[in-house]
């Protein structure tokens, strides 16, 4: 309708009906059956609150969706809005977005993200709760699957194309709202530990973790979901300084703003507030318009509103964002927003989707290892020993609306590639050995009783896994983290392979057969005592629908595995947090003048993580040369050219991703050893050579100061261009 009639219809909206779309609950309270009973009373709102509820939280099918829409509209002037937790795919699930960063390749995963949106759209969803923009430089934090890792320059490219890709096209009948999260700086909860305190100094959080979330906002994110945490002290979801200052006043955004699940009535436990009704109080005038899944807005806002603590205007103005992002997406035209099984039938799961999350997959693996022992000829007898030889287990915690059975394994895939007397295959142990392994994770009993070897099986995995090592020419050993050790609540204090499966690689060693290595895992692992012990080492995340194909592609050679870390690969745990853009330090190891003892090191581990932010093999083998600044000065306002040739010194074709990195290196406030500024993904034939070329312009060269000012000054700058944030040319200028 037009907004002429759209504000009409707000003003004829009972106080109720307003503060009615402010809410949003979970699907358990639309079940008509049970509502009324468990949920209704455990969360201590009215029937007449699931009446005029504005939002439905996870949710999805046309089927479904379509029924809950009519019983609502029974009773509701207003369509409901279906959310959904879509953060990597729908039902044709992508790499975990730790993968998708690895990709470096913006592009392609926007169109990964439009055609989920297609997807979603198709079975009644009409905002994904993603993309999930949080910097992460802590790999205990299981929350870094859904990250697309440890840089700002690099996850802010990521955050539009997800945002672009889910809004594409964005009217009545195309793209879904995107609702990026978690707003802000999740990603630094203290120690690795979930829904744990965050401080830092403004200068960090302006210049490391805004970027990818103000990178969202111009993308034209319809809605941000708020973070857990607290921020030097003051939980997010009360935040004024925040949610009003920065993200309303400064960064004009004028979106839909939710909070996280229950977070509002979290205040109180936080210590923020001593009561619901101040704990709505507190994120309304902080601008959250949404509450999701707390009884706070249902239950105290009418309260506060008649005892003149908070305004009707204020009401007005956070219902009138949600009728309008209700009104964009067509929802007053057609309430289920095309949403039917015949376009489920169309859009789900079809050959092309397939083909592009293989596509994806193919890209997000990053080869960590290689002593020459890959690509597998196909005349090989190999030996698939590990626990996720053939299992489905692919996609990652997060995907809530994926299926499992859709998924290829690693076994049928090799079976693709293979002639059948060429390939045999064992678990040899299942993924986690103990079902105390499983406790605080949230599995039932009985979930994980079936995920655990009896003693009789283990004997026979043990005579398997001789019998094959005997046989094979070639040993490839699927192994990685469970599911529930990663994603949301999935911290480790320990990130290692699971100890049954550090003994198979060690019994299976003792054979002297090559063995290659692929790591299912929603986060770096520390790989440091296993790494030597293994001819290769490909890391797969959690890849997706299409993880087994890939995975296969890049063994078998198909394939001339792209990718380059994201994040970086501790050598340790205790090294964390860690991050390539450090700091130089007064002591650092490599400059400093003092004795090796006096330098910024621990003494019981080499420097540096084992894997660099940047850093992945090919099958090619690509040189960097003569990297050239054409002026040794940079003028005020003005640009220079910076080029490098690369030669790809192998017969076979490749994408080699040139990555430039930037130092300031004299500044008020001390900046990083290195920033990655730019990068260019660039195909090479055999043996072609290529001049690569960069501009640097100011804007690049930019820091905030101790005023929080965000400026250049003038001095010399390093410029850095290599493959990765470690093996890099070097030249500098002078900014005047
Ligand atoms: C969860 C997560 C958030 C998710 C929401 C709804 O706790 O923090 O990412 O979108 O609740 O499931």
């Known amino acids: 309708m037009d907004e002429k009639k759209l504000h009409e219809l707000l003003k004829s909206l009972t106080i109720k009906e307003k503060i009615g779309q402010l809410i949003q609950l ?59 937790d879509i953060v990597y795919g729908f039902k044709t699930i992508y790499p975990i977005p730790l993968g998708l960063g690895a990709t470096w390749d913006p592009d392609l995963i926007k169109k990964d993200y439009s055609n989920t949106a297609d997807e979603a759209r198709a079975s009644g969803n009409h905002v994904a709760l993603a993309p999930m923009v949080d910097l992460v430089r802590d790999a205990r934090w299981g929350r870094v699957l859904e990250s697309t890792g440890e840089d700002p320059y690099l996850n802010s490219q990521f955050a539009g194309a997800m945002v672009k890709g889910l809004q594409h096209d964005f009217d009545k009948t195309h793209g879904i709202a995107a609702c990026v999260k978690h707003f802000a700086a999740y990603g630094a909860v203290e120690s690795g530990k979930e829904y744990n305190s965050v401080d830092m100094s403004e200068q960090k959080l302006r210049q490391d973790y805004l970027p990818s979330y103000k990178a969202a906002v111009d993308a034209g994110t319809k809605m941000i979901m708020t973070a857990f945490n607290t921020l030097n002290g003051v939980p997010v979801t009360g935040n ?34 001593a009561t619901n009704r101040e704990a709505a109080e507190s994120a309304f005038d902080a601008t959250i318009d949404i509450d999701m899944k707390s009884p706070c807005y249902a239950n105290e806002l ?115 590639k293979l002639r059948d007397n060429n390939l045999r295959a064992t678990p040899g142990t299942s993924i986690l050995e103990e079902d105390s392994d499983y406790h605080g994770m949230g599995l039932t009993t009985e979930q994980f009783k079936n995920s655990l070897l009896s003693a009789a099986e283990k004997q026979e995995n043990n005579h398997e896994v001789s019998t094959l090592c005997k046989w094979a020419d070639v040993i490839v050993m699927p192994v990685g983290e469970h599911t529930v050790q990663s994603g949301e609540a999935g911290s480790r204090s320990n990130i290692e392979l699971p100890q049954e499966q550090i003994k198979l690689i060690h019994r299976v060693a003792k054979f002297k057969k090559p063995i290659i290595l692929i790591t299912i895992s929603g986060r770096p692992l520390v790989l440091t005592d296993i790494e030597n012990g293994v001819n290769a080492i490909l890391q797969a995340w959690f890849p997706g629908t299409e993880g087994g194909h890939a995975i296969a592609d890049i063994i078998f050679g198909e394939v001339n595995p792209s990718g380059r870390l994201s994040m970086g690969f501790p050598r340790a745990v205790g090294q964390l947090p860690q991050y390539y853009s450090h700091l130089s330090t007064g002591r650092a190891p490599e400059t400093s003048g003092h004795s090796s003892r006096y330098t910024s090191k621990y003494n019981d581990i080499k420097e540096g993580p084992l894997y660099p932010f940047g850093f992945g093999l090919s099958y090619s083998h690509v040189e960097y040369h003569n990297l050239v600044v054409n002026s040794n000065t ?89 493959p990765n944030s470690e093996d890099c040319l070097k030249s500098s200028f002078e900014y005047v």
């Open 302 to 416: 009418q309260p506060l509103l008649e005892s003149g603590r908070i305004q009707s205007e204020r009401v007005d103005e956070a219902c009138w964002r949600i009728l309008k992002l209700k009104n964009d997406m067509g929802l007053f035209e057609d309430p289920y927003r095309g949403a039917s099984n015949d376009a489920e039938k169309s859009q789900l799961l079809t050959p092309a989707k397939r083909a592009l999350a293989r596509k994806t997959a193919d890209e997000a693996c990053v080869l960590l290892k290689n002593d020459g022992i890959l690509p597998l000829s196909t005349e090989k007898k190999v030996a698939l020993i590990g626990p996720y030889s053939d299992s489905q287990e692919l996609i990652g915690l997060w995907a809530v609306h994926g299926d499992v059975k859709d998924v290829v394994s690693i076994q049928s895939a090799f079976t693709e």
């Open 26 to 84: 979970s699907g358990e309270f639309f079940d008509v059956k049970t509502a009324t009973t468990g949920p209704q009373k455990k969360l201590g709102i009215s029937s007449e609150t699931i009446d005029l509820c504005g939002s439905v939280l996870n949710v999805s099918g046309a089927n479904k969706t379509r029924e809950i829409q009519d019983n609502h509209l029974k009773k509701n002037r207003i369509p409901l809005m279906f959310m959904s």
């Open 634 to 722: 940079m003028m005020k306002d003005e640009q220079i050219k910076v080029t490098v040739d690369i030669e790809n010194k192998s017969d076979i074709p490749g994408i080699e991703t040139v990555q430039l990195y930037i130092q300031d290196v004299f500044a008020s406030v001390v900046q990083p050893t290195k920033e990655l500024k730019s990068f260019k993904r660039v195909v090479l034939t055999a043996h072609e050579q290529k001049k690569i070329e960069f501009s640097i312009f100011p804007e690049m060269l930019k820091f905030y100061n101790s005023n929080c000012q965000w400026g250049v000054e003038p001095g010399k700058f390093n410029v850095y261009i290599g």
């Open 240 to 273: 004024q300084w925040l949610l009003k200052d920065i993200l309303r006043k400064e960064w004009g955004f004028d979106g839909v703003l939710i909070s996280d699940y229950a977070a509002v009535s979290e205040l109180v436990n936080h210590g923020f507030v």
